[in-house]
């Protein structure tokens, strides 16, 4: 079936076509006579400049914003259904109650945003050739800078932010159930009244300030790891368990727990259980972690300088800020084991 005619799809905006298009947006909304609401499906608008430019109740489903300036640009109520903002820059846009479902914002910088009451839950756009535009239907923020935003009630229903970074973002009454944080950082944000249920949050980072402010009974949340007092015996164990080749003591399990700010400095931790445990702001500092299992670790600022990580498995780690001076990395002596990242 053939869209409407005043309906633009699968063309190549240009800077000129833009303006244009702003024009008669403008006129649109101000009532005027020629005036036309901009109304694009699955066209291509990466790379441009919009800073500035209103196109409040306009439509522009399955586009691509790829790398485009949306400085002070004004979607408020618009229909942005599918589209991808990847690695664009929103600062103090305003997407207020726009219809954001499947919307892709990976790699993009949503700095003073105002994105209250926006609907970001799952969505799916439709090809011309049958076929979804995009590879998954959750709206994503994957390792997107998130600063001052408000984003209260907004439905985030299943929304992946795997390695963003949230900072004094307003979540008031956000509807963020089973929304998956892996790898995500928190700092000072707001999660008063926010429905977590179910929301993944094992391997995310949260601040004091966001934890005490937030309601996380429902929230999946990592177990805490050992205490402090408790540590030293754990470490003996392995290393019994390290110099006996196995035969005696314990190999350190951490999997999975929260060790948020350990202190390790110097622990001999080769070959330990580590895979996705929390370890943001860990003082790992000469800690031998030779053929250690680091998938899918939290690393975010840890102190690794002068570790050894020869063997060692970092798949999936995330090391945002993380100290890796003097560190030794490589084959691990004459074993087929090296450091994997």
């Known amino acids: 079936m053939s869209a409407p005619p005043n309906i633009l799809v699968g063309y190549r905006i240009t800077s000129e076509a833009l303006r244009g298009l702003h024009v008669l947006h403008r006129r649109f909304r101000r009532g005027m006579r020629e005036g036309r609401r901009a109304m694009l499906k699955n066209c291509d608008l990466s790379d441009l400049v919009f800073a500035g430019l209103d196109f409040s109740d306009a439509e522009f489903i399955g586009c691509s914003f790829r790398n485009t300036v949306l400085v002070e640009t004004n979607f408020e109520r618009a229909n942005l259904f599918g589209s991808c903002f990847t690695k664009a820059d929103l600062t103090r846009a305003n997407l207020t109650r726009a219809d954001l479902r499947g919307a892709k914002f990976d790699g993009a910088i949503l700095k ?25 239907a959750e709206t994503s923020f994957r390792a ?14 299943g929304a992946d932010f795997e390695a963003a970074k949230l900072s004094r973002v307003n979540l008031l009454n956000a509807d963020m159930r089973y929304s998956t944080f892996k ?26 300030t966001t934890s005490q402010g937030a309601s996380l009974m429902r929230a999946q949340r990592a177990k805490r790891g050992p205490s402090p007092d408790d540590l030293p015996s754990i470490l003996d164990a392995h290393r019994h368990w390290v110099e006996s080749g196995g035969k005696a003591g314990r190999r350190a399990d951490f ?51 002068g570790a050894n990580l020869r063997g060692a498995d970092l798949r999936g780690a995330y090391l945002e800020g ?11 002596g004459d074993l087929a084991l090296s450091t994997k990242s």
Do not use: W
């Open 112 to 136: 003073d945003t105002k994105m209250s009451g926006a609907d970001l839950r799952r969505g799916e756009v439709i090809g011309e050739d049958g076929k979804p535009i995009h590879a998954r």
């Open 183 to 208: 790898g995500t950082e928190f700092t000072e944000v707001s999660l008063k009244g926010a429905n977590m249920l179910d929301a993944d949050l094992r391997h995310a980072a949260l601040d004091e």
């Open 255 to 305: 999997r999975g727990l929260d060790m948020t700010g350990a202190r390790l400095e110097g622990a001999l931790l080769a070959s330990a259980l580590l895979k996705g445990t929390v370890l943001t702001d860990a003082n790992l500092k000469r800690a031998i972690l030779a053929a250690a299992d680091l998938r899918d670790a939290v690393l975010l600022r840890a102190d690794l300088t």
């Open 144 to 157: 997107a800078t998130i600063e001052g935003a408000e984003m209260g009630e907004c439905r985030l229903y």
């Open 322 to 332: 993380a100290l890796l001076e003097g560190a030794a990395k490589g084959q691990l």
